[in-house]
Nanobody, 115 residues
Framework: QVQLVESGGGLVQPGGSLRLSCAAS????????MNWYRQASGKERELVGT???????NVVDSVKGRFTISRDNTKNTVYLQMSSLKPEDTAVYYC?????????WGQGTQVTVSS
């Protein structure tokens, strides 16, 4: 079955960096667009960015220039490289894929940006 497992979250100071990973299994990873979402406490889940099957990426304006999405199809893994982190980036970060009209989410990884 489809599984998405995020890792790499933690506590980081403002201005710091983190790299999140999402290990995927149970489907043809290389053929699918992969997405990162985040949900801050008390707020709705929001899209952070997407990487399609060809490696083309898009991120939302609030993280543009600071966050980068990449993928390694040999490892069935998608990454979210985050730099110049701000307190407002604090959230649970989720990996997401839509396959055959079914939504699949990882369990999430907490990112806390605080001094």
């Amino acid at each position: 079955q489809v599984q998405l497992v995020e890792s790499g979250g933690g506590l980081v100071q403002p201005g710091g960096s983190l790299r999140l990973s999402c290990a995927a299994s149970g489907f043809g990873f290389s053929a699918y667009a992969m997405n990162w979402y985040r949900q801050a406490s008390g707020k709705e889940r929001e899209l952070v960015g997407t990487i399609n099957a060809y490696g083309t990426t898009n991120v939302v304006d609030s993280v543009k220039g600071r966050f980068t999405i990449s993928r390694d199809n040999t490892k069935n893994t998608v990454y979210l490289q985050m730099s110049s982190l701000k307190p407002e980036d604090t959230a649970v970060y989720y990996c997401y894929v839509r396959r055959w009209n079914i939504d699949y989410w990882g369990q999430g990884t907490q990112v806390t940006v605080s001094s």
